[in-house]
Each structure stands twice: as structure tokens, then as C-alpha cells.
């Protein structure tokens, strides 16, 4: 499992190279993309991640900078003659601007558009499933923005492990006779005695998670969406310098990202949306690390593991 942060700027519009918020979760055989903003499809091209393995599209909230890009995303696999079927999990209000932007501009959706509405903000403020595909389960909840707004947590469970050592004292082989008992679940020894497979299963190890906040002043809501993550891209508006506008804005600076990543748990923090008045995110880094060690800064079109 990788992540690629494609646009780790605030602001509605790419400029300088450098773009507006959108993450990209490769899992094997599909993509999750976690917000959208312009230029979008453009990014995922530059990393080389195939738009056609997008499977599913999670947009925190209705900000320019975050959904922009969705519309020109479901244009492109209109021309790209797509038979898939996408699934969109946003505000209710996204959703309904993505389905009359459509219509408005005539794009023929010829496969199935699935748009989920997130669960409503003064609902309950733990997470809630809102979207399962195979081993992946992703989890929203409401967040503290200036319009509605949510943070999403992505959870991969690991396969049951198969205890080698004690398959190989029974004089089973690697390779072959594991292969048939992993197929089929039972397998008979050389001494005509069947043994099973439910006898050989270790534990598997913990879930993978991967969570993402979005546009957020500090709130519980978060530190529960980022609890024991093993990667938290976070948004790290501003400096400390500018801590009163972060507060004003319900946005975050980097030493508050910090702070929750560090409360929950996070085992590796990456700070994005950066805003306009900062060329990177090198400041926003040296404040963060002031209090925790494992944070970096996150760098647009770089393709990192979720577990080193
Ligand atoms: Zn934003
Ligand atoms: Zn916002």
C-alpha cells in the first residue's frame, strides 16, 4: 500500500506548479483519491497512477480547493469510455453540484456514478462506515470548519497468517502442499491423517490505517479519525505566526497538527495544504518537529509506502 500527495497547496487554483489538495491511496488492483482539487487529473498522469484504477473519490467538503477537480475527473472517464462503476462519498452539497454540473454541461455517465452523502455534521462525531471494498473499510466523521466538513480514516485488514514452522514439523512443504491447504483448506499427509488449516493460523497483524483531515480547526472528531494511523496527511494551514487566523479561519497550524497526530498515536504525520503565503512547508515542519520526531512536510507526486 502507497500514498501520493498530489496537491499539498490551499488555494482553489494550481499555480507555480503546485497544486491544490488531493491524495491518491494505492491499493493493489484500485485507487482512492482523498479530495480533488483542479488539476487533479493532470497530477495522477504525472505520477503515473492510471485514472482508470480510481475506484472511489472522498471529498471533505465543499471548498473550491478541495473538489474543483472532481468534475473534470468524471468528464475524463466520460471520454475515456469507462464501464467501472465510481463511487463518490462527499456532502450532501457536493454531490448535488456534481449531478447538475453533469447535466448542466452534458457529460454522458454511461457507468454507474454511485454518490453517497456523508453522514450529517451534529450526528454522532465517531466515525462512520462509508464505503467497504475487499479487505478496505473507510470511516468519516464530522470535523470543525467554517462549512461543513468531514475527515476520513481508511482501515486495511491483513490476512490471517499461516504458521510455516508448525506446518513444516508435520513434514509439510513449503510451496505445494501449503499452496493446497491455503486453497482448499485441508490437506492429507503422507500417513493418510488430514490436517486443516483453521489449526495453522496466526494472528494477523494489525490493520493498516491511513487517515485524512481535510480543512479543520484541532477537535476531538479528528484525534478519534487519526487513533494509532500509521500515516495522517494533515492539513497545516498556517505557522504559529499566524495561530490567531488559524483560529479565525477553523484552520490548523502545524504545531496543533502535531499536537493531535501526537494524542493519537500517529506513527508517521505528513503535513499538506500549505497556504499561498508560504512557498513550501519547510516552516511548518520545524515547528511540528519541535514536538514530534516522525513528520514530514509532504512533497507533491511522491510515491511513499504506508508502512516503511
Ligand atoms: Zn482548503
Ligand atoms: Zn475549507
Not at 10 to 31: K, Q
Not at 41 to 56: C, D, F, P, T, Y
Not at 161 to 174: C, K, N, Q, T
Not at 200 to 207: D, E
Request: aromatic share 6%; proline share 6%; net charge negative.
Amino acid at each position: 500500500m502507497n500514498y501520493c500527495v498530489l496537491g499539498n497547496r490551499a488555494g482553489a487554483a494550481p499555480y507555480n506548479n503546485r497544486h491544490p489538495a488531493a491524495v491518491a491511496l494505492i491499493a493493489p488492483g484500485e485507487v482512492l483519491l482523498f479530495d480533488c482539487g483542479e488539476g487533479s487529473v493532470l497530477q495522477l498522469q504525472r505520477a503515473s497512477i492510471r485514472r482508470g484504477a480510481v475506484s472511489a473519490v472522498f471529498i471533505t467538503h465543499r471548498h473550491a480547493d478541495h473538489c474543483l477537480g472532481l468534475l473534470g475527473l468524471v468528464a475524463a472517464f466520460s471520454s475515456d469510455r469507462r464501464s467501472d462503476p465510481l463511487t463518490v462519498v462527499a456532502p450532501p452539497e457536493v454531490n448535488i453540484w456534481l449531478r447538475d454540473s453533469l447535466t448542466t454541461l452534458g457529460v454522458s455517465v454511461e457507468f454507474e456514478l454511485k454518490c453517497i452523502d456523508c453522514p450529517s455534521v451534529g450526528a454522532a462525531a465517531s466515525p462512520v462506515e462509508v464505503f467497504c471494498s475487499g479487505d478496505m473499510r473507510v470511516f468519516a466523521a464530522p470535523v470543525d470548519h467554517r462549512v461543513p466538513a468531514f475527515a476520513f480514516r481508511c482501515s486495511m485488514a491483513s490476512q490471517p497468517r499461516i504458521d510455516i514452522e508448525a506446518l513444516e514439523a508435520r513434514g509439510v512443504e513449503e510451496g505445494v502442499q501449503v499452496g493446497r491447504l491455503r486453497r482448499e483448506g485441508r490437506l492429507t499427509l503422507a500417513d493418510g491423517s488430514d490436517i486443516f488449516l483453521e489449526d495453522f493460523l496466526l494472528a494477523p497483524h494489525p490493520p493498516t490505517v491511513f487517515a485524512y483531515s481535510g480543512d479543520t480547526a484541532p477537535c476531538e472528531a479528528l484525534a478519534e479519525i487519526a487513533r494509532d494511523a500509521d500515516v495522517f496527511v494533515c492539513e497545516a494551514t498556517f505557522t504559529a505566526k499566524y495561530a490567531e487566523r488559524a483560529a479565525h479561519t477553523r484552520h490548523m497550524t502545524a504545531a496543533a497538527a502535531a499536537e493531535i497526530a501526537e494524542r493519537a498515536g500517529v506513527k508517521q504525520l505528513v503535513l499538506t495544504h500549505f497556504s499561498t503565503r508560504y512557498r513550501d512547508g519547510m516552516q511548518h515542519l520545524a515547528e511540528a518537529r519541535r514536538r514530534i520526531p516522525h513528520v514530514t512536510a509532504a512533497v507533491e507526486l511522491e510515491i511513499l509506502p504506508l508502512k516503511p
